[in-house]
């Protein structure tokens, strides 16, 4: 494994889509304005199920989209995320998060990471980016990465020779907003470029927004840390506060419309409730473990979050960022509306 020096400096979102705005920047200046614009949260009650993006963020310019490709065997894997990268000079892979080897200590769990690849050097080397940043309860930790990896390493890192579980499934699945349907093989993956456009319709429903979608994800996550609900929910949680934050920097650094100082200060109020959701699941977690689950901080805490966001939804409507009503639901899943 070679290092570049000037490795991405991170633009601080979640595993799936720190890389995919790198990607998405090739495309278009204003990635990161659609991504932010794009964030909102939706749960749906009867499933646990979470949708982070109002629009699916793997359509790209031209009838175009990004859908998942999968391979058995390392062979067929690498020619195939190699014509990828002969066609459109990039592509996205489908790392393990605890194989990567610019990784410090050890990750918490092995989970589905996007990395990018930029391309290859006439030695064969593949050159890898990763602009995701994270601290792990396990101690360990993620800094921003830029190098080259033998055939060898870069395949390392994509096996998952037991496929994926149901939760990780469905998280790749909705990673982009909308479902986008899961390769044939799981053990290596990538993403390829075809024609077609994604179908913005959440399955089952009614799915939950607003304030409405941040009780049932307080609900969900004391169930999950009792140990009686779907597994998986704190790295959603963690997810939707990663994304939020992000949308709340897009709208303080001005990046459209000036901001009132009233509009400013409600945004910086939801800011600091975002803030401080990593905070609350770290101890909320370790309290869990110890075998003394606390619902209450995590109700306490998504109330004053609902509070803050409904007081700041008409500034996120008049900026152009996903709010419940931002979106028509016509030929869509039914979403129910709170706050």
């Not at 769990?109 to 602009?131: I, S």
């Not at 840390?225 to 997810?239: H, I, K, N, Q, T």
Request: hydrophobic fraction near 40%.
């Amino acid at each position: 494994m070679r290092t570049d020096p000037t490795a991405p400096a991170g633009a601080g979102l979640s595993c799936y889509t720190e890389n995919l705005l790198d990607y998405l920047s090739a495309y278009s200046p204003h990635a990161a304005e659609l991504l932010a614009r794009s964030v909102r949260l939706a749960v749906d009650p009867d499933t646990g199920r979470f949708s982070h993006h109002d629009r699916a963020l793997n359509d790209l310019p031209g009838n175009r989209r990004l859908a998942y490709r999968g391979a058995p065997d390392a062979a067929t894997a690498l020619t195939g995320i190699a014509a990828e990268l002969a066609a459109h000079g990039r592509a996205l892979v489908v790392a393990d998060s605890a194989a990567l080897p610019w990784l410090t200590g050890t990750a918490d769990h092995h989970a589905p990471h996007l990395v990018l690849v930029n391309g290859r050097t006439p030695h064969g080397t593949w050159q890898v980016a990763d602009g995701f940043t994270a601290l792990f309860n396990s101690g360990g930790s993620q800094d921003p990465f830029a190098g080259e990896l033998s055939d060898s390493e870069f395949t390392a890192l994509l096996a998952f020779p037991d496929g994926l579980s149901r939760t990780h499934r469905i998280r790749n699945t909705l990673a982009f907003g909308f479902p986008v349907a899961p390769p044939a093989y799981a053990t290596y993956q990538w993403l390829a470029v075809e024609q077609g456009a994604t179908v913005e319709q959440l399955p089952g429903g009614p799915w939950l927004t607003g304030t409405a979608a941040l009780q049932e994800t307080a609900r969900l996550l004391a169930e999950d840390m009792a140990g009686d609900g779907p597994r998986g929910v704190l790295e959603d949680v963690w997810a939707a506060a990663q994304h939020h934050l992000f949308r709340d920097a897009h709208l303080l650094a001005g990046a459209g419309a000036p901001l009132t100082p009233g509009e400013r200060e409600a945004v910086e109020a939801t800011t600091a409730k975002w803030r401080e959701v990593p905070r609350m699941l770290r101890f909320a977690a370790n309290s869990a473990r110890r075998g003394r689950p606390r619902p209450s901080l995590v109700e306490g805490a998504f109330t004053a979050l609902a509070e803050r966001e409904a007081a700041a939804a008409p500034v996120h409507a008049a900026h152009g960022c996903a709010t419940p009503a931002d979106r028509p639901t016509a030929g869509r899943s039914p979403v129910r509306q709170g706050g």
